[in-house]
């Protein structure tokens, strides 16, 4: 004697149970996608942070000047690296990010004063440095673009429905997304006071 209920209620937890997995292995596979996109950000911070080491012992090599302008970016330069950042944690994410803001505006401070000695600014080694610099700041932003959209597919995937409700079953939550620095939204006032 068969029992058509018993066959069909075995046939919907085997089905819940295949589409649990599914829905679990595709959490894990975006969080993980997550975690790539921010170790691609962090690289090309390192690139940045190499790089000022270098231009920093060249200046330092070359030219004879502002040295506390030199220590505020050896000192910036110190804090961007020792802050560690959880992507599931937006607060560390932020602090991140205004420590690396805080390093960029020291370094563009350093290379204003460094442009005004004439040996460094002519040294192969310094324009060198400038040009790598300009492309690691793209590199910068392109990765944290990507990490944006990684993000952006991420949070989805854990606050659309069905998923959303395997998401909280797994302890899946929304990370926060990598925001401009405070005040980029404003156009910067250049002014050419040529006479």
Same mark, same amino acid.
């Given at each position: 004697m068969k029992r058509p209920g018993l066959l069909i209620g075995l046939g919907v937890l085997v089905i819940l149970f295949f589409w649990g997995c599914s829905s679990y292995n595709t959490l894990v596979g975006a969080d993980q996608t997550v975690?790539? =996109?921010w170790s691609n950000v962090e690289t090309n911070y390192q690139r940045r942070t190499d790089l000022y080491n270098s231009v920093i012992k060249t200046i330092e090599g070359s030219a004879n000047f502002e040295k506390s302008t030199l220590k505020e970016v050896i000192e910036a330069r110190a804090k961007a690296t020792s802050v560690t950042v959880d992507v599931s944690d937006p607060k560390s994410l932020e602090a991140y990010q205004n420590a690396q803001a805080q390093l960029q505006g020291s370094f563009s401070r350093l290379m204003a004063v460094a442009e005004a000695y004439p040996d460094l600014k002519t040294t192969a080694s310094f324009q060198g440095f400038q040009t790598q610099i300009e492309g690691t700041e793209n590199r910068i932003n392109v990765a944290r673009q990507d990490y944006n959209a990684t993000v952006q597919a991420y949070n989805l995937s854990v606050k659309t429905f069905?998923?959303?409700? #395997? =998401?909280?079953? #797994?302890g899946y939550t929304e990370k926060a997304f990598y925001k401009a620095d405070p005040g980029s939204e404003k156009a910067p006032d250049i002014q050419f006071n040529i006479k």
């Open positions: 975690k790539n =996109a069905p998923k959303v409700i #395997f =998401a909280r079953m #797994f």
